[in-house]
């Protein structure tokens, strides 16, 4: 089949018109199409691209818990592979994939992370580690820098597709969405996708007298957070947030597109995609608007390129989609910080998830050396 350029007449969240101002604003045309960039395949990481002021010190020492915990895992699966057969190869490719990001959180000089033997749990048991792990790295995102940042959301997404794998080859419940415990004092941390309106605690500030709407106005903290950022913010955040919430106007229409080519038994799962996206789009809508800025509004129509036919066209579609939007993401999460940082890197998350979904396999992982 030709290019597909469908045009859509619904434009869910769009504001009319209205485009994108900030430095970085996606051009009219969007191309999806393309040779597929690798899930995550920005610039290397490593702890020696920490800073030296306050901030070095605490990636520091957030890596060091990350390869910590890698080590621990890796030696989880070990043991869970050598008991239990029935799950194949799989627990030795994710002990390997472990040992990947061993490599990179390890300094150029490493000393070996010593660790104890580990006896043969559950395959529950290495599913709920896998998660916990994830969880500790999106947690450890607070205030850490750029670098460490994608790092960290490379790991935890990479974690979280693991903890989604084993799962589903021991036949167990397919894993919920992670959950964040949000940090004393922080504000910014909710459950993903969320609208920061839905935070329920607020803050009450009072006109100044001289406004038409003078009075009182309530505010969730959030909105606070993010009011206090956005004069400070770079150009080069801003246009990451607006290149984010592109991508998922672009993501939306992919789906859209590749509903209808799926097998049916596929069309349900489909449907799950399409609508996290469209859930995701809304809180980035309602987050780049509480930072003053307008959203950039969906394009009637975007090209996919030469689609082939049936569904392994559809899903090749919908796989790659998931890859770039992650990149885009991942940057996104380099760039800003508080509840949009959380956002960003939970996006990278998710994108890698449904990946896997459709796979059945780990996303590559270019910023991890490769095995040998």
């Known amino acids: 089949m030709g290019r597909v350029r469908k045009r859509i007449r619904e434009r869910p969240g769009s504001t009319g018109d209205a485009t994108a101002t900030a430095a970085g604003t996606p051009s009219r045309r969007t191309l999806l199409a393309g040779t597929a960039v690798g899930l995550l395949g920005l610039a290397a990481c490593s702890p020696a691209d920490t800073g030296t002021g306050p901030d070095g010190a605490a ?27 029935g799950l194949a190869d799989l627990p030795a490719l994710l002990a ?35 998660r916990a792990a994830a969880v500790q790295a ?59 309106a839905a935070n329920s605690a607020t803050s009450t500030t009072t006109g100044s007298g001289n406004d038409a709407t003078d009075g009182e106005v309530t505010l969730t ?53 399409w609508q ?6 809304d809180a980035l809508t309602e987050q780049v608007r509480q930072l003053g800025l307008t959203p ?7 090209d996919l390129g030469d689609l082939g036919e049936g569904s392994t066209a559809a ?11 992650a990149t885009v993401a991942l940057s996104a999460a380099g760039l800003t910080d508080g509840a949009l940082r959380d956002l960003a890197a939970r996006t990278v998350v998710d994108c890698a998830r449904r990946q896997a979904t459709w796979t059945r396999a780990p996303a590559d992982l270019p910023d991890l050396p490769a095995e040998s």
């Open 296 to 302: 950039a509004a969906a394009l009637d129509a975007y």
């Open 315 to 325: 899903v090749t579609l919908i796989t790659r989609v998931e890859q770039r939007l």
């Open 59 to 85: 990636d520091t020492e957030t890596l060091t818990r990350a390869r910590d915990t890698a080590a621990g895992l890796a030696a989880t699966l070990t043991a869970l592979g050598t008991a239990n057969p």
């Open 138 to 196: 999106l947690g450890d995102l607070r205030g850490t820098t750029e670098d460490t940042t994608r790092l960290l959301t490379q790991i935890a997404a990479d974690d979280a597709v693991h903890a989604d794998l084993l799962a589903s080859a021991a036949g167990l419940p397919a894993p919920a969405e992670l959950t964040v415990p949000a940090a004393p004092g922080d504000a910014s941390t909710q459950a993903p996708g969320a609208s920061p």
């Open 276 to 281: 996290a996206h469209r859930q995701r789009r």
């Open 96 to 130: 390997q994939r472990h040992a990947r990001q061993i490599a990179v959180l390890t300094p150029e000089s490493p000393q070996t992370t010593a660790t104890a033997a580990t006896s043969a749990g559950t395959a529950a048991d290495a599913v709920a580690a896998e």
């Open 221 to 273: 903290p959030t909105a606070i957070a993010l009011a206090r950022s956005s004069a400070a913010a770079p150009p080069a955040t801003r246009g990451a947030i607006h290149r984010l919430l592109a991508g998922e106007h672009a993501a939306i229409y992919a789906y859209g597109v590749a509903v209808a080519r799926v097998n049916p038994e596929q069309r349900d799962t489909a449907r799950a995609g």
